[in-house]
Structures are given as structure tokens and as C-alpha cells.
């Protein structure tokens, strides 16, 4: 790698990937540096009408989007409170009846829902409630039984994260069977299309992080990491603190599945701020006052 340019600012991010424009602090500059006018094109609606950011997942079995109302929860009343949720085919009729507090689309062939929520009050007079997830086919019928305070849908490889009161997070199998040796005491929720869940075996803010291999159903990396993001396979950021500057002081590099360093030099930087480099081998850097770039890395 060469360092092309190198600029002051407080965020960087690439505004046209064909191009190769970055925008440093609001400023646009081309691949060697000179600053170029703004353009309409370089804001790109990144939000949707209801101003989330978008995540695009595939999801299997019934076509047709959930259809469903907010679920009812009482301001006062301590009992049983039922929702209602349910599923419509392709034409727009209901083929599985509202029924349930929550309802989530389904991914491998099964449906998360949340049959009730159970209201009640502590012996201090608080006012709790607990949930009763489990799972369901396309036609209504319980696959996995309503056992859990808090779950989440399948990723595609038939896993998901659920969480009873008694005995906390791991994940299971599409059977509804526990996975083994998945019951830590921190496990990130994932999305449909993860492969690697972040864990930790400490519970604690400050807990060093590992990755679990979803599809191989098997711990890649173990816990030594402040914080992980998958790119891909070859590229696994990675925060590793360092204190010699004060708590908040770290390093980004990259490593790949096989938890071996790529990039060697990100991994003296303090501070860095990466990006996976793209197909013309480029990417952004933004190193603190701590540190100084070679010009031939």
C-alpha cells in the first residue's frame, strides 16, 4: 500500500465509489487530494421514509409481509395480555388468525412469535411482565414451544439467540435443541444473513469479545478483542485497547477468519480508523495525533 494523500478533518467516508470521492469533514476531495465542487449525487438517500437506515434481509416462507397492528398492553391491568398479530398470503387474507402479543416474518420455514405477555407485580410493587416466545410453522402449528423470555428469527444457517429467565442466552437449532457450549454470558443478536456472532465469556461493560461460527457451529476466535466487525471472511476489524493514552486509547487492524493479521502496520497505529480496501486496493485512514504514517506502507 502507498498513502495517496492525507488530510485533516473530523469524519471521512467515500461518497462515490465509481469515482473514488471522499468526503473529509464535509469537504469532497478526488484520489489524489484536490478538492472537488459538491454535487447533488454525492447525497445519496441512505434512510427510508420512516427515517431508518436500510437493512435488506430474504425471507422464506410466506411471501406477503407481516400484517399486524401495535399489541395491546394495558396501562393498569394485571392479567394475560393478548395481541394482535398474524399472516396474510400473497392475496391478502389472513391464513394464520391475530392471536399473538408479537410476530416476527418467517426465516427457515418458521415463524418467531410471542404468544402472551404475562403482566405482574414484585413484592416491592413493581410492574413486570414476561413474554412467552416460541416458534411456528406456516400453518399456525407450535414447532418450538413458548418456553422464552426474549428470542430472536433464524439466521440461514438455523440458528437463533433465545433467553429463558432461568437460565440466560444460547442459541438453538431449528429443532428447537440447544447447541452446545453456546450458553455465554454475553451473546450479540444477529441478522439473517450473519454468519459470525460476536460473544464474550464475562459479563461485564469491558468484557474482551470473540466470534462464534454460526454455520460450523464451533468458537473461531476467542474472546481478546474490545470489539469485532465482520466484512467478510478475509476481513475482521478488530478493536484491541491499548491505555497507553488513556482509557479510550486503541487499535483498528484487520485480521481474517483463521485469526491471522493482515495489513501488519494498521496494527501500530493507535487510533486508526479503517476501511476494507476496495477493488482498486483503496481505502481510508484516520490515525490520531499519537501516530505518523509512512509515506510507503
Known amino acids: 500500500m502507498k498513502i495517496l494523500f492525507s488530510k485533516q478533518g473530523k469524519s471521512c467516508y467515500v461518497a462515490d465509489k465509481e469515482r473514488l470521492i471522499f468526503c473529509i469533514y464535509n469537504v469532497y476531495f478526488d484520489i489524489n487530494g484536490n478538492e472537488v465542487p459538491d454535487e447533488e449525487a454525492f447525497h445519496k438517500k441512505l434512510y427510508n421514509e420512516d427515517g431508518w437506515y436500510q437493512h435488506w434481509m430474504d425471507y422464506e416462507g410466506l411471501p406477503e409481509p407481516l400484517k399486524a397492528e401495535s399489541t395491546i398492553e394495558p396501562e393498569y391491568e394485571i392479567d394475560d395480555v393478548f395481541g394482535n398479530y398474524g399472516f396474510k398470503n400473497e392475496a391478502g387474507e389472513f391464513v394464520i388468525e391475530l392471536q399473538y402479543a408479537y410476530a416476527h416474518n418467517f426465516t427457515c420455514g418458521l415463524a418467531l412469535v410471542n404468544l402472551n405477555r404475562t403482566w405482574y407485580k414484585t413484592p416491592e410493587g413493581n410492574r413486570y411482565y414476561e413474554n412467552h416466545y416460541g416458534y411456528i410453522d406456516g400453518n399456525g402449528q407450535t414447532v418450538i414451544g413458548f418456553q422464552y423470555d426474549e428470542a430472536y428469527p433464524f439466521n440461514k444457517y438455523g440458528v437463533a439467540l433465545v433467553s429463558d429467565l432461568k437460565d440466560g442466552w444460547h442459541l438453538i437449532d ?82 481474517n477468519r483463521n485469526g491471522e493479521l493482515i495489513y501488519p502496520w494498521l496494527s501500530t497505529q493507535r487510533f486508526a480508523k479503517i476501511a476494507k480496501p476496495d477493488l482498486n486496493d483503496v481505502t481510508a485512514v484516520a490515525t490520531s495525533l499519537y501516530t505518523e504514517l509512512k509515506e510507503n506502507i
Open 174 to 255: 431449528i429443532s428447537g435443541n440447544e447447541i452446545p457450549n453456546t450458553r455465554f454470558p454475553f451473546i450479540s443478536p444477529f441478522d439473517y444473513h450473519e454468519r459470525y456472532v460476536e460473544f464474550s465469556r464475562d459479563d461485564d461493560d469491558e468484557a474482551l469479545i470473540g466470534l462464534y461460527d454460526t454455520k460450523e457451529r464451533k468458537v473461531l476466535i476467542e474472546p481478546r478483542f474490545s470489539d469485532v466487525s465482520v466484512t467478510d471472511d478475509n476481513h475482521i476489524l478488530v478493536w484491541e485497547r491499548d491505555g497507553e493514552y488513556g482509557k479510550s486509547d486503541f487499535r483498528q487492524y484487520y485480521i
